[in-house]
């Protein structure tokens, strides 16, 4: 009777259960079954932020890949694009260039503004709506985009923009513009030179920056050149676009027109 007492008690304890089936008196358990419970559910969360984080990095590395991919098919485009006819006639170092160019006809909008941005801007819409159709008086034709853009400040309170037209065209093979702000103009023969660099459209005080570092550069060249005296104004010309184009392969530069004695 003593050793079925005994067998009888071990088990109650084991199982938890009270000796008395009659004594209601709840009796402690362990607590590990609770703890393995919350370890596993924080392991849950700690796998699903896991998850959610390793799925946004893959997200932003596609987006990243094909912003890029979109970029340097732009950049590739505007390097195709028709651009002004000219001869390199010194190389000062890698970045600057005295040229030659031939004559071709530029679109020119005239903006009102002491920014060059808001001009950069303003004269790119305009100019936009003249070579593609919409702003043409005797006839409604699309041209081709060219490159560069370039804006000059012809005083401090005004801004020139300008296209270059197809090296076909003439002032007369040319639709008139329609927007009192864009005219048609002959650029002539001329020497001029630029420094290159990459990077955003430049803001003012860099194109600032960069006509000095011209008018440095221009000082070590084997001939003697002088800022033109009939067109001295600074020229800044873009190559590519603002938006899609990568700044680091965006190409601008800086320049003047240049007298040799």
């Known amino acids: 009777k003593k050793l079925r007492d005994c067998v009888s008690l071990s088990s109650e304890s084991i199982m938890g259960f009270?000796?008395?089936?009659?004594?209601?008196?709840?009796?402690?358990?362990?607590?590990?079954?609770?703890?393995?419970?919350?370890?596993?559910?924080?392991?849950?969360?700690?796998?699903k932020i896991a998850g959610f984080v390793k799925q946004l990095v893959v997200l932003t590395l596609v987006l990243l890949t094909g912003r890029m991919s979109i970029g340097i098919s732009a950049w590739s485009s505007a390097n195709r694009l028709?651009?002004?006819?000219?001869?390199?006639?010194?190389?000062?170092?890698?970045?600057?260039e005295i040229r030659k160019y031939e004559p071709y006809i530029v679109a020119e909008a005239t903006i009102k503004t002491e920014n060059h941005?808001?001009?950069?801007?303003?004269?790119?819409?305009?100019?936009?709506?003249?070579?593609?159709?919409?702003?043409?008086?005797?006839?409604?034709?699309?041209?081709?985009?060219?490159?560069?853009?370039?804006?000059?400040?012809?005083?401090?309170?005004?801004?020139k923009v300008s296209f270059v037209m197809g090296l076909n065209e003439t002032l007369k093979s040319l639709p008139i513009p329609s927007d009192a702000d864009v005219s048609l103009k002959k650029v002539p023969a001329h020497t001029a030179t630029y420094i290159r660099f990459s990077g955003p459209r430049p803001s003012q005080s860099l194109i600032a920056a960069k006509r000095s570092d011209l008018e440095n550069a221009l000082s070590k060249s084997?001939?003697?050149?002088?800022?033109?005296?009939?067109?001295?104004?600074?020229?800044?010309?873009?190559?590519?676009?603002p938006f899609i184009t990568p700044k680091f392969l965006r190409r601008n530069e800086v320049g003047f027109h240049v007298d040799c004695y």
């Open 18 to 47: 009270p000796r008395n089936y009659h004594d209601t008196t709840p009796v402690a358990t362990s607590s590990a079954p609770i703890a393995a419970e919350e370890m596993m559910e924080s392991s849950v969360n700690q796998g």
């Open 82 to 96: 028709e651009r002004p006819k000219y001869e390199i006639i010194e190389k000062i170092g890698d970045t600057v």
């Open 117 to 159: 941005d808001e001009a950069s801007g303003s004269g790119f819409r305009k100019l936009a709506g003249y070579i593609f159709g919409g702003k043409q008086k005797n006839e409604q034709r699309t041209m081709r985009m060219t490159a560069p853009v370039t804006t000059y400040a012809p005083n401090q309170k005004t801004y």
């Open 222 to 241: 084997k001939t003697k050149f002088t800022p033109s005296r009939k067109f001295p104004h600074t020229l800044c010309a873009g190559y590519h676009d």
